[in-house]
């Protein structure tokens, strides 16, 4: 089945016209939405794969105070970059944005690339991320696929979000999306599947496209196929198990991974914190141990961190020192 033949059935012009009303009152009013700067847009974008919008959205705000143009984050330093993003995770996003800065700066004439295909080619840029800024920012219709829009659109079309493929619902999102409005029709699915079509306990009653979504016909067959059971039931007297119901599939737990404190990724995360918080240029000895960490494993955690130029390490020291990259 291509992506066309999956919304033969649909009204695809209910559902844009209904979708964007409903973005026109209900949706969110963010600081990073009054912008079409690709650089700002991307910057959001690089916040918010990591982090929930009630502290991404001032982080943006404090990032883009820090750094307004896409000028000023290639010429910063790596450190002070990288202490611009603490608390926001996966410290190799932030080098990747300065180093997509540097590239549209230093080879680009200062323009970022006005296509999808241009803006992937870009360190740390994939579909998501590309489909996002050229919605957003370039006003190309082309439909941005994240966790929120994907259980928006299966629900929809196909009852469920983990039925459609990836190339499928790639083929879904980009058919949908009105030519006139990209950037909002981007923003109006996000808030849809944040705040109405949540992954568990949608709130299906609140939703612009009810009508015609077939996880919400679903749900509300189940919930008649249970009434009419449950008085059947009583009226034998008898109990009976209720139809089923159309839910997402429940999320591992208990997935016999290490305790946070013991992974890598927190030894590497309390490294770069620690040199975040030294004097810029200055060294700082980390002999371990840190955490249940010993001192073997502080090195070679920051073998990897020097390889990833996420730290640089003074060739000769003993205890290892380090310090964030200072060019
Ligand atoms: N998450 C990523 N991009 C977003 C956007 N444009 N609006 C809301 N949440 C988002």
Do not use: K
Not at 78 to 85: F, M, Y
Not at 101 to 127: H, K, M, S, T, Y
Not at 208 to 237: I, Y
Not at 271 to 283: C, E, K, S
């Amino acid at each position: 089945m291509t992506g066309s033949s999956s919304l033969a059935d649909f009204p695809v012009g209910a559902i844009r016209a209904d979708i964007l009303a409903w973005y026109d009152t209900e949706g969110r009013t963010l600081p990073f939405r009054g912008t079409t700067d690709p650089y700002l847009v991307l910057v959001s974008e690089a916040i918010l794969q990591q982090t929930q919008i009630s502290r991404g959205a001032p982080a943006w705000e404090a990032f883009t105070t820090r750094f307004p143009t896409v000028e000023s984050l290639a010429a910063a330093s790596p450190a002070d970059v990288l202490r611009a993003w603490r608390g926001l995770g996966y410290n190799r996003r932030a080098l990747n944005l300065q180093r997509v800065a540097r590239i549209v700066v230093d080879e680009l004439g200062g323009v970022f690339p006005g296509d999808v295909a241009g803006l992937e080619r870009l360190p740390g840029v994939g579909p998501y991320t590309a489909r996002a800024v050229a919605s957003i920012a370039f006003g190309l219709p082309v439909g941005a696929v994240d966790t929120n829009v994907r259980r928006v659109l299966g629900r929809a079309i196909a009852g469920d979000a983990d039925v459609l493929g990836a190339a499928e619902l790639q083929a879904v999102a980009d058919a949908l999306v009105p030519t006139r409005r990209p950037d909002a029709w981007t923003h109006a699915l996000m808030d849809l599947g944040s705040t109405v079509c949540r992954p568990r306990a949608p709130r299906c009653d609140a939703c612009p496209v009810r009508r015609m979504c077939r996880f919400a016909g679903l749900a509300a067959a189940a919930a008649s196929a249970d009434r009419a059971a449950t008085r059947a039931a009583e009226d034998r007297s008898v109990s009976r198990a209720p139809a089923p119901r159309p839910v997402s599939r429940p999320r591992a737990v208990g997935d016999g991974r290490i305790p946070f404190e013991r992974s890598s990724r927190w030894l590497r995360g309390r490294i770069v914190d620690r040199l975040r918080d030294a004097p810029a240029t200055a060294w700082t000895e980390l002999p371990g141990p840190i955490g249940t960490h010993d001192a073997r494993a502080v090195a070679t955690a920051l073998s990897a961190l020097a390889a990833e130029g996420l730290v640089e390490l003074d060739p000769a020291a003993d205890p290892p020192r380090a310090r964030l990259p200072v060019a």
